[in-house]
């Protein structure tokens, strides 16, 4: 289940968690963000040779001081 399952806009803006815990900006230490959904199949991502190559990854992107956090679930809103 991800965020993304409702929306066509390939984004979303707020506060967000993952399992249960808030994401905080680990260098501003804002909590707002932009979340997208990326594939991670595209050419210039196939040097990591993952078997979760053909996934999507989520970054989230720090709307003051945009820093990008990775992570493979989906955020949930919070
Ligand atoms: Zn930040």
Not at 10 to 23: A, D, M, T
């Amino acid at each position: 289940m991800s965020i993304f399952d409702k929306t066509n806009k390939g984004y979303e803006n707020g506060s967000f968690s993952i399992s249960g815990k808030k994401i905080i900006c680990p260098f501003c230490g804002h909590d707002f963000f932009e979340v997208k959904s990326v594939l991670m199949n595209t050419p210039g991502l196939t040097f990591f040779g993952l078997d979760w190559a053909n996934r999507s990854a989520f970054a989230v992107i720090c709307t003051k001081c945009g820093k990008i956090e990775w992570f493979q679930h989906s955020p949930e809103p919070s």
